[in-house]
Each structure stands twice: as structure tokens, then as C-alpha cells.
């Protein structure tokens, strides 16, 4: 520790530390405008200039290392007469533009203009103006403001993994830009925004909307991907107009992905369903909340007078509140049915009878970039977890070795060590050899249900490399993502990945893929949690139809597996209740509409996917004569006799589904009882891999216009390795008829020779491919 003292006050700190850290340590404020503590330091701003005692010239705080005894003076006359001139150098070319600049109110440099600034300038010489740069939907440019702080520069390469802004020219002809004819695509392009200290870099879609003195602002909850990014929601006049992040650590530190930060104008959608609606004679009419719920408690009374309890199934996307799920799954069970569930994009539940507890991430996201050995099975980490996926670049930046089975070889930005890409029906087999070689080099064996099944298993050279970097020394993780889960033998990954886990002394973790997935099973929203009745799993009431659905915000067309399967189920129905905020293709199929409010208008919990339980009120007046999902079904209950639908509050319901604000002991488990495994051979079929694009996920960001006009928003293309191509005839580009069963859809061929041979990547979730069947399903494909 050294001892170092600034404007008189004695401060402490390790070795290393600069005098920035060490002021910021108690409280003193050193004027800056490059200096960022998530950033690499650039000392190219001059505007923290402080006199340190001895020192032949004034000193950059940001980059000067503290010595032992040292006295720093950031006050002294000294000092800031330095911190002025940089100022009048800073302001002799920006433009006095204030009043029509986006920054106005919140900018760093209006700030400090004010401390230290002139009331004029001794400049009389004509200004340089710098012509503007398209970057995009997301983010607007006015470079002639920009003072070269290099933040983005730097964003880019540190934290986004991809170096998409640069800067060229010298002196007065220094510029900030994109290469060339190219726009800025990362998924956190964002965040620019909200480095760049002056109004050069701005957000497009909030443009010219408001100004920041204008705003309410309000804390919530992300409710799109797993980790739970903690959210500043911006409010005028009953209306949020933009979206900053809240600075939390342990979950998304300052950092937002752009699906949390632009999917806010989802919730201003045209679509909005604003009041109940009921369909009569083939006609949908207004009515009002008495009229809509009266008729879906007759109905439902029907039915299960007719065809009994199980007759009747409910359906929810986990981007629902815990408290909705609670009262969706607890409405079910009273009237006497288990058939509930919110794994919609789940093709296989034969791990219902032996998972202990719920799927987590098995460690907290914070020990995330500790880790130094990882293995990611099944994901499409960028466009899935943005966040979680920066976590990772930061361990491979610190010595982590990164290893990958996947079915796609997606640019991560990073270094990966090693990585096995095979078609989705190897996968199975691919964790086999990994486990037998891990084996091998542990000299330990496999327990005797795993090795009965894989002992013939040939182990290869990707998946010797990929256990030798898990056995060695160093924190570990094996993660499940997204696509792994959606699998039609997910159980057979999972078991085989927590035996590769356990022989690697590793947490093994499931990347949740919704805000609610950890959340939903806790709630009790699926049919399987011991102690609740039992019921049939989302496959089955789609495979096996259902008289009766109730939908609570899902848009099963987009949401489910197979979604051909789930229209015919839906259309073969004879009620369909949909619960949701938006006018959807539910209108084709569903009796009733009722107007359901998203996250910003009304009070809930997400549970993120590492168990943290996190409440958030609503932030604007519900839209119209929209209702919380909560209130709606305790009113239902209550029409339909259940007991125990007396609640007054979203806390009330929410104390009775989690008893406190933390999870019960056991409740986060990805333990098997036994492990549920048949078989490690590859079938001989040609296989669709279908994830679900990053704005496809839900049905807020499917609904964000700027979203929608970036490259990651293109339409699906059926990708495919350029042998498979040419063994079906057909030339890259060319239109073909992509079939599953009797669904179809005509789209576009493209030749991608990081895909392995045998399987076609068509992006499930979207409009152009709801009418095909399941997502990792067997496909053909032949000349449109």
C-alpha cells in the first residue's frame, strides 16, 4: 500500500493505482473527458491536468501512477489554469449548438464549460465543420462536435470484441469514423452512446423527442434475456421515450445490449391491444373487461363440465412476471389441471422425471470472467446473451481458454482454444468423446449408465483438444445455451455435460434464455414440479390438442418448437383466450383478446438465470384500457370459484409464490437424479438448425422499428456448406422450397462454408418461417 495525499486529504491504495483512482477514491472530482474506468487509458484529452508537488509540469491524473509520499494538487491555482487552457483549445472548433443538441442537459462538456470555460473566445477564425457518418439505425452522428476523446474507439475493441470505429487524419483534421461504406452491427452498439461526453454520437431513434430535463426517470427490470440487466426507463408524459442502463456490477456493470436499450419502442407499438376484444360470428368487437372475463369463465366452465380439467391447457412465454406465472399455473391447478408450461421452444422433457430444481446458470454471473476454462455447448452466444457473451470475452482476455460444440461457427470476438462444429445430430455423440477422452486423461471412470451407452464411442482430435484444455488447472465452467436446450435430445446433452462437468471439476450451468426461465420454474409454471399436479409438458398439448388455451403473452406461431404443429392444435381448439399486450396472428385463431400490460406498466419479479430475484415497479399508466396480466387472472380465479385468489398487490402475490426475497435452499439445482441417455450415434438425416433471432426472441423487441433495420434483422436465409449445395443442385443465391413434414417456405440459399456438411441454418421465430415445423428438426430442400 502507498500513501499518497491530494488537496491535503491522506489516501491509501495498492501499487499501481493512478492519481484519478486514488482522488476517485475519496470523493474528489477530477474534471475528465477520455477517462473511463471500463476503459484502456488514452491521457489524449489533457482535461485532468493536476499539479503534483516537484513535478516540472502539470500531469494527466488519468495516467500518472501514484508514487510513495506523493502530493497532488487538483485546485491549486496551478492546476486549473492548466485545466482552462485545455478548455479554450477544446471549444475553439465546437460548435454552439446547445440548444439543439440531444447531450443538452446531460453533457460533460456544457458541464465543465461552465467551471472552466471563457465567457468568450479569443478564436476568430472560421470553424471546421466534419461531415456526418451513418452508422446505422441505432445511433446518430453530429461529428463536427467531437473532441477525439477516442471512448467509442476504444468501446469497440475493449468491451464490443470488434474494432468498428477508428480515427484518422492529424491535428485539426482528425476524424472519427466507421470503415469505410460500413455501418456499426455489434449488439452492444449502444453503449457509444452513453461514452461519447459530448452530443457527437446520439441515439436515432430518441432523436429530437425530448430533452433530458423532461424526463422522469425510473428504475426496472430487462425483461428479454436471462441476466436481468437493471434498466433506467425514461418517461414523458405517460410515455417512455428512452432507456439507459443502471450501473449494477454484479449483473450488467454499466453496459446495455441494444435489444434492452431500443426495444422501448415496442412498447409505443401501433399493435398495442388496447381493449378486450371478442370474436362473434367471425367478427372481433370491442367490449368491456365484465363482458370479455364473463364469457371466458362460462366457457371454460364448459368445457370442463364437457371434457373434464385436462381438456384445458395454458401456454406462457417466460417473459412473463413470476406473479402472472404463479396465478397462471395456480388458476390451472384449481380448476383441476396440470397442463401448464412456459418451455415453449423445448423439444425434449424426458428430464422432467430427474432434474432436481431449477435450470440456473450454476455460479453467479460476477465470477463470470474469472473463469479460466470454459466449455459452451449449443449457442449462438452473441445474439443470445450479449452481456454474458462480454463476460466471456473479458476471462479469454485474462489467459481463459474458451472451447465450443456447436452446430454454427459464429464470430465471438474472441480467441476460442478449441471447438467442435457438427451438424445437431452429432452433438450428442461429440459430448461422448469429450467425456471418454476427459476420462481418459482424469484416469477415472464413467458412471456405468453413461459408459453402457458410449463406451464404442470413437474419440477424435477436436474433442481430445477440447478435454485436454477442461483438465486443466484453473476455475472452470461447462454452460448449455440456448440451441442445446432446444434440441430434440436435450436430455442426452445435459446429461452428457454434467458428466464432462464433473470430470472437470466444473460448475455446470444453463444460460436461461428468457428474463423469467429460472423464475418459471419456481412459480410452479410448468407440469412437472414435485408437490404441484402434474400435467401434460407444451409438446404434448400441441401433439395431443387441448379443447381449451389459455395464452398468457405468448405468440405460439413465433414462440413455440414447432410451430406448425401448435397453429393446427390452436385452429383445432374450441376456445382460445390469448392474454397479451398486442394485436397478433392470434386474431386468426383465439375467441377472446384481452389487453394485457408489458413490464413498464405494471409491478413484478424476474428471476435472472443466476437466481437473482429482482422486483421492479411499472414506470408509465397502462395504455388504454389494458390490465396487469395479475389482476386479470385474480379476477378469473375468483369468477371461476378457485380459492385463494384474495390479493390485493403484486407483493402479496409474490410473497406467496417465493415466501421472501431470496430462493429457498435447493430451489437452483441442474443436478439429474439419474442420467437420461439411449443413445450416441449420428443419424444419417439432413437437419434445419433454427435459432431464434436475436430481435425474434420476444414479443416487445419483435416489435422495435430500429431494430428491425439493422444488418443482425435480415431476413432468414437457408445457409448451407457449399458440397451440400452442390450435391442438391442448387447455386448460391438461388430462391428453394425448404419442407418439414407438409410445412413449407420459400426463401433464399446461401453457400457458408463455416456450416458443417448435412444440416441447413433457417433462423426459426420469424414471420417467413412460422408455417414450418420444429426448429432442429429434419428438413428437405429442392429448387423453388
Known amino acids: 500500500m502507498l500513501e499518497i495525499e491530494i488537496d491535503g486529504n491522506k489516501v491509501q491504495m495498492t501499487a499501481g493505482g493512478t492519481i484519478m483512482e486514488a482522488a476517485a477514491q475519496i470523493g474528489i472530482y477530477i474534471p475528465h473527458f477520455c477517462y473511463h474506468k471500463k476503459l484502456s487509458i488514452a491521457a489524449n484529452c489533457r482535461m485532468c491536468l493536476v499539479q503534483v508537488e516537484k513535478a516540472a509540469k502539470p500531469l494527466p491524473a488519468c495516467a500518472t501512477p501514484i508514487t510513495d509520499g506523493m502530493k497532488v494538487f487538483t485546485k491549486s491555482d496551478y492546476a486549473v489554469k492548466a485545466q482552462k487552457g485545455v478548455m479554450e483549445f477544446l471549444l475553439i472548433n465546437h460548435p454552439l449548438d446547445c440548444p439543439i443538441c440531444d447531450q443538452g442537459g446531460e453533457c460533460s462538456l456544457q458541464d465543465l464549460a461552465v467551471g472552466y470555460g471563457g465567457s468568450s473566445s479569443r478564436y476568430q477564425e472560421v470553424k471546421r465543420v466534419v461531415k456526418e457518418k451513418d452508422l446505422g439505425p441505432l445511433v446518430a452522428t453530429d461529428m463536427t462536435r467531437c473532441i477525439h476523446c477516442t471512448r467509442c474507439v476504444r468501446f469497440g475493441q475493449e468491451i464490443a470484441g470488434i474494432m468498428e470505429m477508428g480515427q484518422v487524419g492529424r491535428g485539426e483534421h482528425s476524424e472519427i469514423m466507421p470503415f469505410i461504406n460500413k455501418t456499426i452491427d455489434s449488439e452492444l452498439s449502444g453503449n457509444i452512446i452513453d461514452l461519447c461526453p459530448v452530443g457527437a454520437l446520439t441515439s436515432k431513434p430518441f432523436r429530437y423527442t425530448a430533452r433530458s430535463w423532461e424526463l422522469s426517470r425510473r428504475k426496472s427490470v430487462s425483461p428479454h434475456d436471462g441476466l436481468g440487466s437493471n434498466l433506467i426507463v425514461q418517461v414523458k408524459d405517460g410515455r417512455v421515450m428512452r432507456v439507459l442502463p443502471l450501473e449494477n456490477e454484479a449483473v450488467n456493470e454499466c453496459w446495455l445490449a441494444d435489444k434492452d436499450r431500443f426495444s422501448y419502442e415496442g412498447l409505443n407499438s401501433a399493435q398495442r391491444l388496447t381493449r378486450p376484444l371478442l370474436k362473434q360470428d367471425g367478427k372481433w368487437l370491442e367490449v368491456d373487461w365484465q363482458t370479455a372475463l364473463e364469457y371466458v369463465a362460462n366457457g371454460l366452465k364448459q368445457i370442463r363440465a364437457q371434457h373434464g380439467a385436462d381438456s384445458i391447457g395454458a401456454l406462457a412465454t417466460p417473459h412473463q412476471t413470476v406473479e402472472e406465472l404463479y396465478l397462471l399455473q395456480k388458476l390451472m391447478r384449481g380448476l383441476g389441471s396440470g397442463n401448464v408450461d412456459t418451455r415453449l421452444a423445448q423439444a425434449d422433457f424426458s428430464l422432467d422425471a430427474s432434474l432436481q430444481g431449477a435450470p440456473w446458470l450454476g455460479m453467479a454471473v460476477a465470477d463470470m470472467d474469472q473463469l479460466q476454462r470454459v466449455l459452451i455447448v449449443g449457442s449462438t452466444l452473441r445474439q443470445d446473451h450479449p452481456l454474458l457473451a462480454h463476460r466471456l470475452r473479458q476471462a479469454v482476455k485474462h489467459g481463459a481458454q474458451l472451447n465450443l460444440v456447436n452446430p454454427v461457427d459464429d464470430d465471438l470476438l474472441t480467441r476460442i482454444a478449441n471447438q467442435a462444429i457438427v451438424p445437431p445430430q452429432a452433438m450428442v455423440n461429440t459430448l461422448a468423446q469429450i467425456a471418454l477422452a476427459l476420462a481418459e486423461i482424469r484416469q477415472t471412470g464413467l458412471p456405468a449408465a453413461v459408459k453402457a451407452v458410449i463406451a464404442d464411442v470413437a474419440v477424435g482430435a477436436a474433442a481430445r483438444a477440447i478435454a485436454a484444455s477442461l483438465a486443466g488447472s484453473g476455475r472452470c465452467a461447462v454452460f448449455l445455451g440456448n440451441l442445446a436446450q432446444h434440441h430434440p435430445q436435450y436430455a442426452e446433452l445435459h446429461s452428457l455435460a454434467e458428466v464432462i462437468a464433473d470430470l472437470a471439476e466444473a460448475n455446470f450451468g444453463c444460460l436461461g434464455e428468457s428474463a423469467n426461465s429460472v423464475g418459471a420454474y419456481i412459480a410452479g409454471a410448468v407440469p412437472s414440479k414435485p408437490g404441484l399436479k402434474a400435467g401434460m409438458h407444451a409438446a404434448a398439448m400441441m401433439t395431443a390438442p387441448r ?238
Open 547 to 784: 379443447k381449451a388455451y389459455l395464452l398468457l403473452g405468448a405468440e405460439p406461431e413465433l414462440d413455440c418448437n414447432d410451430p406448425a404443429a401448435a397453429m393446427r392444435a390452436l385452429q383445432s381448439a374450441d376456445m382460445v383466450v390469448a392474454m397479451s399486450a398486442y394485436k397478433h396472428t392470434a386474431l386468426e385463431y383465439a375467441d377472446v383478446l384481452l389487453p394485457i400490460a408489458p413490464f413498464s406498466e405494471t409491478s413484478g419479479t424476474f428471476i435472472s438465470t443466476e437466481g437473482r430475484v429482482q422486483s421492479f415497479n411499472g414506470t408509465v399508466r397502462p395504455l388504454g384500457e389494458t390490465r396487469p396480466a395479475w389482476k386479470v387472472l385474480r379476477v378469473l380465479g375468483t369468477m371461476l370459484g378457485v380459492k385463494g385468489f384474495d390479493y390485493d398487490t403484486s407483493e402479496a402475490v409474490r410473497q406467496d409464490a417465493l415466501g421472501g426475497s431470496t430462493l429457498a435452499a435447493g430451489a437452483l439445482n441442474n443436478r439429474l437424479s439419474k442420467p437420461v441417455l439411449q443413445s450416441a450415434a449420428i443419424a444419417d438425416t439432413l437437419t434445419r438448425v433454427g435459432e431464434v433471432p436475436m430481435y425474434q426472441a420476444d414479443a416487445i423487441v419483435r416489435r422495435a422499428a430500429s431494430l428491425h433495420g439493422t444488418r443482425a434483422a435480415a431476413l432468414p436465409n437457408a445457409s448451407m456448406h457449399p458440397a451440400l449445395l452442390a450435391r442438391l443442385g442448387l447455386a448460391d443465391g438461388a430462391m428453394v422450397t425448404v419442407r418439414q413434414g407438409d410445412a413449407r417456405a420459400v426463401v433464399r440459399a446461401l453457400a457458408d462454408d463455416r456450416l458443417p456438411d448435412h444440416c441447413v441454418r433457417l433462423a426459426a421465430a420469424h414471420p417467413l418461417t412460422a408455417t414450418l415445423g420444429a426448429m432442429l428438426g429434419e428438413v428437405s430442400v429442392e429448387r423453388a
